[in-house]
Nanobody, 124 residues
């Protein structure tokens, strides 16, 4: 079992920046990919970014490409999401997720482990 805990959410003005963290514990040696998703009220959960633990390959959703950066600290079992140039439409609950396959996937269904989520609110 893998346990994921997000932190760093909050309220920020449009154009500002925020960093989210996701700390993993438990059977972390079984994780190959960690990702970030988000869900706004009334909308489906949306892929944001993912990173492979080994090699650091990354993938991004089209709506955040060039604004968000995902990174990891293997020693701390922690993944970060640096969010810049935030827009009101970035407002959502952000979830950290992980799965134990090598492929960088964007599908919600592919991820087995999920955190509880952290709220990000961008005021316009």
């Amino acid at each position: 079992q893998v346990h994921l805990v997000e932190s760093g959410g909050g309220l920020v003005q449009a154009g500002g920046s925020l960093i989210l963290s996701c700390a993993a514990s438990g059977r972390t040696n079984s994780m190959y990919v960690m990702g970030w998703f988000r869900q706004a009220p009334g909308k489906e959960r949306e892929f944001v970014a993912a990173i492979r633990w080994s090699g650091g390959n990354t993938a991004y959703g089209d709506s955040v490409k060039d604004r968000f950066t995902i990174s990891r600290d293997n020693a701390k079992n922690t993944v970060y999401l640096q969010m810049n140039s935030l827009k009101a439409e970035d407002t959502a609950v952000y979830y950290c997720a992980a799965h134990d396959r090598l492929v960088l996937v964007k599908s919600v269904a592919a991820y087995e482990y999920w955190g509880q989520g952290t709220q990000v609110t961008v005021s316009s």
